[in-house]
């Protein structure tokens, strides 16, 4: 289950991003340059991405480790797995 204070930040995050759409929705209507289009919905995608990090290292292992009856090895070996996954996609 997700923590609170990490349920408020992604929550957070996500009207951001609802915000930002309505931005770039708006820039459409006024017929604004592709080019400046691009840029807002490349920083969506880049605020999306955050903030599927941001998920993945507060509550991976929980979610991995929850229905089962994990060893603490196990749960040490999940949680480098993790460590490993956002390193690489930072």
Same mark, same amino acid.
């Given at each position: 289950?997700?923590?609170? /204070? $990490?349920?408020?930040? @992604?929550?957070? %995050?996500?009207?951001?991003?609802?915000?930002? $759409?309505?931005?770039?929705? %708006?820039? @459409? &209507? &006024?017929?604004?340059?592709?080019?400046?289009?691009? @840029?807002?919905?490349?920083?969506? %995608?880049?605020?999306? /991405?955050?903030?599927?990090?941001? $998920?993945?290292?507060?509550?991976? @292992?929980?979610?991995?480790?929850?229905?089962?009856?994990?060893?603490?090895?196990?749960?040490?070996?999940?949680?480098?797995?993790?460590?490993?996954?956002?390193?690489?996609?930072?």
């Amino acid at each position: 289950m997700i923590k609170p /204070e $990490i349920q408020a930040e @992604v929550l957070n %995050r996500l009207k951001n991003i609802k915000g930002h $759409i309505t931005g770039i929705e %708006r820039m @459409v &209507e &006024e017929e604004q340059s592709c080019g400046s289009i691009m @840029v807002q919905l490349s920083a969506i %995608r880049a605020s999306i /991405e955050k903030t599927g990090l941001h $998920i993945l290292e507060n509550n991976a @292992v929980e979610c991995l480790c929850s229905d089962i009856q994990a060893k603490p090895e196990d749960k040490q070996k999940v949680e480098q797995i993790v460590k490993q996954l956002i390193t690489f996609l930072k």
